[in-house]
């Protein structure tokens, strides 16, 4: 269990030199994750985190673990379980001094277009 809100999270990631967090997505019809997170700093370079150095050494974060995070917050996961009849696909980008993040992303709608009848128009 991770003890700390996303918000504690991405205000300790801030305080240390992270300024960005981008993470996809792709999912519908019931599936669907997120996923290949990425940590930028200043420098706007990806760079790894020592998750243990800045939660303690007994944390369950990681890049994974916070994709998670991601994926169940309700503002930053437009789709939620990615039920319904839609394919979609995007990046989540979340300014870790501010707050502010930005989707990308874009859905594909799978709506019927049956079409039946009769050729003959006087078939009984």
Not at 9 to 24: A, S
């Amino acid at each position: 269990m991770i003890e700390q809100t996303l918000e504690e999270i991405f205000k300790k990631l801030f305080e240390n030199n992270i300024v960005k967090i981008t993470v996809d997505y792709q999912g519908g019809n019931d599936e669907g994750c997120f996923d290949n997170v990425q940590l930028h700093n200043k420098e706007k370079q990806i760079i790894n985190v020592n998750w243990e150095k800045l939660f303690g050494e007994d944390t369950k974060l990681d890049n994974d673990v916070l994709a998670d995070l991601i994926a169940e917050d309700e503002k930053l996961n437009q789709y939620g379980s990615f039920a319904g009849d839609y394919s979609c696909h995007g990046t989540v980008t979340i300014d870790t001094e501010t707050g502010d993040f930005d989707d990308d992303g874009e859905w594909t709608t799978y709506e019927s277009n049956n079409n039946s009848g009769n050729i003959y128009g006087d078939a009984a």
